[in-house]
């Protein structure tokens, strides 16, 4: 598990899937389909190519040279004045006030070198690190305590994901999900014997306060929810069951390969590598390449900042769904080495604006991202980038004022 050559690979790619899989049908005869109708709440009425969502035009990028232990990234999370950053070699903290990185390693204490989930309890202000074959730490107080399992009720050591949920920790392993109760001490362990999992590769793990529910990405599985109150599970499955493509489109979920799935303003969004999906508890809408503009199917994972807009990890570039309503995308890309990059707008698969970036996302393979307030944090393969959202703006505006800038040649 130390070898870090092969951690890059198997992070993203467990079972070696390619990410030129064969893109999924979303016609019942395989065939591609036209131009797709609007689904339930989405409408292009009265909406003109001037009606733009809001575009993040000043990036800047951090990596090694910056300060950052290692380029590799894994994971982010925004706490406060503080930016903790998981990667394949070392914990990062920036803090946005000194503009300064702090970094942890093995040397300094963390128990695992590959840090591949981050998660900020509340209620203490502990970092929870879910470790790629070291289990699970705890870093409270300058120190880090560590969970494995040889000392603990942790289910496997190669945990992807981890989210505190009350006074509970959450862990996505390759066997399974283990809970632990830091009042109680306590540990669960949910596999197949005790969870609907028709697989046991837990890939991810979010929790919803205001749905008070835990969602489990899980490969193979689809996706699966759990009321905290009631602790009753609930399971989304292609209902097609159709591994290679999905027959009927919104149908429901696209596919049982799950990669991540976050809960935000009543709506459940999903990402797969063959696409993502959203549901408002009544309604399904799948979110292809090729129908949208999104940069690729193959998506490492998600993060929501409301019902109406998502933003999509691919392996191809920055994706985002920027205004449901309006059936409005944005993908980002850098220009190879080159440190400028250019940000497409969609509406209906439709490029509707490009816009010239001197300055994009560091590169195009992205495995985690968040949201701290108007701005965003996106990890990549080669460093960490921030988007400063000076001026962001939910939905879809006229003439707005990054748009100025950008005419003005001063993006």
Not at 52 to 63: D, K, Q, S
Not at 111 to 136: C, S, Y
Not at 217 to 232: I, M, N, Q, Y
Not at 367 to 385: N, Y
């Amino acid at each position: 598990m130390r070898c870090t050559a092969l951690i890059w690979v198997v992070m993203v790619c467990p079972f070696w899937i390619s990410s030129t899989a064969a893109e999924p049908a979303t016609t019942k005869n395989g065939a591609d389909a036209q131009k797709p109708k609007l689904a339930f709440g989405q409408s292009v009425d009265n909406v003109t190519d001037d009606d733009l969502p809001y575009v993040y035009t000043e990036w800047e990028n951090f990596t090694e040279e910056n300060g950052l232990p290692n380029d590799h990234i894994f994971a982010v999370r925004c706490a406060g004045e503080k930016v903790w950053v998981g990667t394949e070699d070392g914990l990062a903290c920036y803090d946005k006030k000194t503009g300064r990185f702090t970094v942890w390693k093995e040397k300094d204490g963390l128990p695992w070198r590959a840090v591949t989930g981050i998660d900020v309890d509340p209620q203490t202000g502990d970092v929870w690190l879910a470790l790629f074959g070291g289990g699970v730490a705890r870093f409270s107080g300058g120190r880090f305590d560590h969970f494995h399992q040889l000392n603990s009720g942790l289910v496997n050591n190669v945990v992807y994901g981890i989210a505190v949920e009350h006074d509970n920790v959450w862990c996505a392993t390759t066997a399974g999900a283990s809970r632990y109760n830091t009042t109680t001490k306590e540990w669960t362990i949910f596999t197949e014997k005790n969870a609907p999992m028709e697989e046991i590769w837990n890939y991810n793990v979010s929790y919803s306060p205001e749905a008070n529910k835990v969602f489990l990405a899980v490969w193979g599985s689809g996706c699966l929810e759990f009321d905290v109150p009631t602790e009753r599970w609930k399971v989304y499955l292609d209902p097609d069951r159709e591994m290679e493509i999905d027959l009927f489109r919104d149908d429901g979920i696209i596919h049982v390969i799950t990669t991540a799935a976050n809960y935000v303003g009543g709506a459940l969004w999903v990402s797969t590598y063959f696409g993502q999906c959203r549901y408002d508890g009544r309604y399904w809408r799948g979110f292809y390449a090729h129908e949208t503009g999104l940069p690729s199917d193959f998506t490492n994972a998600l993060r929501a900042r409301s019902a109406q807009e998502c933003w999509m990890c691919t392996d191809k570039g920055l994706g985002v769904v920027a205004d449901y309503a309006t059936d409005t995308y944005v993908a980002y890309y850098r220009n190879g080495d080159n440190p400028g990059g250019r940000a497409e707008v969609f509406r209906q698969g439709r490029k509707i604006r490009e816009v010239p970036l001197k300055t994009s996302i560091a590169h195009n393979f992205i495995i985690a991202m968040d949201f701290d307030g108007e701005d965003v944090w996106v990890g990549t393969a080669k460093g960490l980038s921030h988007g400063i959202g000076r001026g962001y703006y939910p939905g879809v505006k006229q003439h707005p004022e990054w748009l100025n800038k950008v005419n003005a040649g001063s993006n």
